[in-house]
């Protein structure tokens, strides 16, 4: 060992000296780990080259590894007196009795001891700092009793024992094919999806998105269902969406669907008329329109409507279904089948205005002689004509004049009120033919003498109704009254300006 031979030096009167380099080669393990980070430090300052400055040894040229003890003993001066064991310049001992703790040939210095790098003692960093990377373990997985990589949850297990309550033998089974299954849809909930498809089509009018819109929904066993359903939508709205309805078929004609697709959803609702009528009771005419439409449309061949008895008979359908048949039947019957595009009328903006008004006449002299309001709020309706609902107003009024008659009055106040508190006209139709009424009245005057006296009283009806604004109030003509020969004006009626001269 090395402090024993650097006793034995020291008891031998120091006459060997140890050489530098065989000094060097000789440090201790905690100098040679700490990379010659190790400082000797003398308290006292006294003696050789420990006079109060640090001291560095050198390099290792030696590659022997010698492991000493890492903890340096501080050793108190026996005496007051300067001690004979301190270093000479050579670094060697000097004196009988060597410090058993002389390392590298540094000697403690009376009342002084050698203090190592104390930083080193509370260190964390790991005493094989040599030979590994300083990297996490694992690549961050952690060690024992932890819970592994980020991510390594989601992996599946690579063995699973067969004695775990959780283990699933048909889950774990490695022969499994894995198919795409297409869940089949009902006939109902296809048309809880298509219903709103055909109402969002009354809006736009565009057939080519709603192909579009049934190529994502639809399946084969349902393409026979869309004609059914769309007819069936349609006879619960106007004639102008039965018209929609009519071209929609027709477009739907060899794309979306087939002729023998469009026969089956004529079957279809052929059958289930006894149901359809209970909400709709002009069913099997509408029905008919539309198989008409659709063999003039060539959707569907001639013989399909034109059916014997025995046929008939065959088929087992009802009344109501033969009645269809008959109605499609009459309407083929003509060789020309160029009606059948009107087959569901003129839309209400398409239709000239000389014809609204007759039918607007026709809604009034009608309610005239049954006094029934619902009924006439209907026809109004039908007639898709919100934006020419003051030419009715106008006609009302001026079929009021005519009469001459106060019941006539009593029942046009009432419907004009009830059309105002459902708001089938709105107040601006109200107020714009009451005032093309005020205009007229130099026309309407020379036909009926009193309609000045008759407009003032149904004007007066019409406010306790509680439904005419202020400004009908306050534009209501009045004529100027009629002067006598006695006042001098030989009575004629004066102009509303008079001229400079006069």
């Not at 040894?57 to 005496?79: H, T």
């Not at 699933?168 to 490695?174: F, L, M, T």
Request: glycine share 8%; with cysteine.
């Amino acid at each position: 060992m090395e402090i024993e031979s650097n006793n034995k030096r020291a008891t031998n009167g120091g006459r060997h000296s140890t050489p530098p380099a065989e000094s060097d080669s000789k440090e201790s393990s905690v100098e040679r780990e700490l990379n010659g980070e190790i400082e000797a430090v003398e308290l006292n300052g006294s003696g050789g080259h420990s006079n109060g400055h640090i001291k560095k040894p050198l390099p290792v040229e030696d590659g022997r590894i010698k492991r000493k003890a890492k903890r340096l003993i501080q050793r108190q001066n026996s005496g007051s007196g300067g001690s004979p064991n301190q270093t000479n310049g050579n670094g060697s001992t000097s004196g009988a009795s060597a410090s058993p703790l002389a390392i590298n040939g540094i000697l403690p210095s009376p009342g002084g001891y050698v203090v190592p790098h104390r930083r080193w003692k509370n260190s964390r960093r790991s005493r094989n700092f040599n030979r590994n990377r300083g990297l996490p373990k694992k690549g961050g997985g952690g060690g024992k009793g932890v819970w592994g990589l980020p991510g390594s949850e989601a992996l599946a297990e690579v063995y699973e024992d067969e004695n775990d309550p959780n283990y699933d033998s048909e889950c774990n089974d490695r022969n499994v094919e894995l198919r795409e299954v297409i869940t089949e849809i009902t006939p109902e909930e296809f048309f809880k999806m298509a219903e709103p498809i055909v109402l969002e089509y009354y809006e736009h009018g565009d057939t080519h998105e709603v192909a579009r819109s049934f190529d994502e929904i639809l399946q084969g066993p349902l393409r026979e269902r869309v004609t059914s359903i769309v007819v069936e939508i349609a006879m619960d709205h106007k004639d102008s969406q039965r018209e929609m309805t009519s071209v929609l078929i027709s477009d739907l004609y060899g794309r979306v669907i087939t002729g023998k697709d469009i026969e089956k959803g004529f079957n279809l609702l052929l059958a289930n008329l006894p149901d359809l009528i209970l909400d709709t009771p002009e069913a099997p005419i509408m029905l008919g329109n539309f198989m008409a439409r659709a063999v003039a449309d060539d959707c569907i061949p001639p013989k399909f409507v034109v059916k014997t008895e025995e046929e008939l008979l065959s088929l087992k359908l009802g009344e109501h279904a033969e009645q269809a048949l008959r109605r499609a039947d009459s309407l083929l019957h003509k060789q020309v089948w160029a009606h059948l595009d009107n087959v569901w009328g003129m839309g209400g903006p398409l239709r000239p205005v000389k014809t609204i008004t007759k039918q607007m006449e026709l809604l009034l002299k009608e309610y005239i002689s049954s006094r029934d309001v619902a009924e006439a709020q209907r026809c109004l309706r039908a007639l898709e004509v919100p934006h020419y609902h003051h030419e009715l107003i106008y006609e009302a009024i001026v079929m009021t004049l005519e009469s001459l008659n106060q019941t006539t009055e009593e029942a046009m106040c009432e419907l004009l009120k009830q059309l105002d508190l459902t708001c089938v006209v709105l107040p601006a139709g109200m107020e714009q033919g009451f005032m093309r009424v005020f205009d007229d009245m130099a026309d309407i005057v020379l036909d009926v003498p009193l309609a000045y006296i008759i407009l003032d009283r149904f004007v007066e009806r019409c406010n306790r109704a509680g439904f005419l604004t202020d400004k009908i109030i306050n534009n209501v003509p009045s004529r100027g009254r009629k002067r006598f020969v006695s006042e001098g004006d030989g009575g004629h009626v004066k102009p509303a300006t008079l001229s400079l001269r006069d």
